[in-house]
C-alpha cells in the first residue's frame, strides 16, 4: 500500500525527526499543479511527492530548509514570468503561493487521523491557520468533532460547510482543506512504459 504524505510525516515524527509541508495555496496561469497540492520536506533533505517540480519545487525545498526549525509558517510567492521560464528552461508559467507549514510533535495526532481518514474515504475538513504570527490546524470530522486546536463551536459549524466541497481555499487566513481520497489506478504490467505511466499519475494524484 502506498503511504499518503500524512502516514510519511507520522513515521518522520516517530523517529524524532521533522519537516516542513508545503502547500499550493494560491495558482494563477499555468503553474503545473493545482491549490491543495503538497509536498513533504524532511529534515533529513529528503522530498516526498510534488508540487510542480522544475524552479518552483527547487526554491520550495531551499526556503522549506532554511525555515525548518523556527516552528513558524511561510507564505513563498514564487513568479514565474516569461523571462523566468525562458532562463530556467520550464515549460509552465504563472504565479503560485506556496504555505510552508512547520511539521510538528503537537499535531502528531492530527497528522495520523487524516491518513486514517484519508486511507478510509471518510468525509473531513482541515483547518490550518496561518495568520498574523500565529500557526494552528485542527481536523473537523463529519460529526463535528475535533481534534487539534480547540475552536469554537460556531465556527466549527461555519467550517463544516465546506465538506462537500471539492478543492482547497482560503478564508481569512485560514486554509480549508477538504479530505478527499485519490482516485485508483491499476496498471496491468511493469514495462518501460507502465514504469512512467505510474510516476506521472501519482504526480496527478492518483494512486497507483
Known amino acids: ?34 491549490v491543495g497540492a503538497k509536498m513533504l520536506v524532511a529534515e533529513d533533505g529528503k522530498c516526498f511527492d510534488t508540487i510542480g517540480g522544475g524552479r518552483l519545487e527547487a526554491d520550495a525545498c531551499r526556503e522549506a530548509m532554511h525555515i525548518m526549525h523556527e516552528n513558524k509558517p511561510k507564505i513563498l510567492n514564487i513568479r514565474m514570468d516569461s523571462n523566468a521560464i525562458a532562463d530556467d528552461g520550464m515549460l509552465c508559467g504563472g504565479n503560485v503561493d506556496i504555505l510552508l507549514e512547520p511539521v510538528m510533535q503537537k499535531y502528531a495526532g492530527v497528522y495520523k487521523k487524516i ?31 475535533a481534534t487539534g486546536d480547540a475552536l469554537p463551536v460556531k465556527e466549527i459549524k461555519e467550517l463544516s460547510y465546506y465538506l462537500k466541497e471539492k478543492k482547497p481555499c482560503i478564508v481569512n487566513e485560514t486554509v480549508i482543506e477538504p479530505l478527499q481520497s485519490l482516485s485508483v489506478l491499476y496498471i496491468f504490467g511493469a514495462g518501460h512504459i507502465s514504469q512512467f505511466l505510474a510516476e506521472i499519475a501519482k504526480t496527478v494524484d492518483f494512486h497507483v
Open 1 to 34: 500500500m502506498i503511504m499518503n504524505i500524512y502516514e510519511t510525516i507520522e513515521q518522520y515524527l516517530k523517529e524524532g525527526k521533522t519537516g516542513i509541508l508545503a502547500t499550493v495555496i494560491h495558482r494563477a496561469g499555468s503553474a503545473p499543479r493545482d
Open 115 to 145: 491518513g486514517e481518514m484519508l486511507q478510509n474515504d471518510l468525509p473531513g475538513i482541515v483547518a490550518t491557520k496561518f495568520g498574523r504570527g500565529s500557526f494552528s490546524k485542527t481536523l473537523i470530522k463529519e460529526d463535528l468533532t
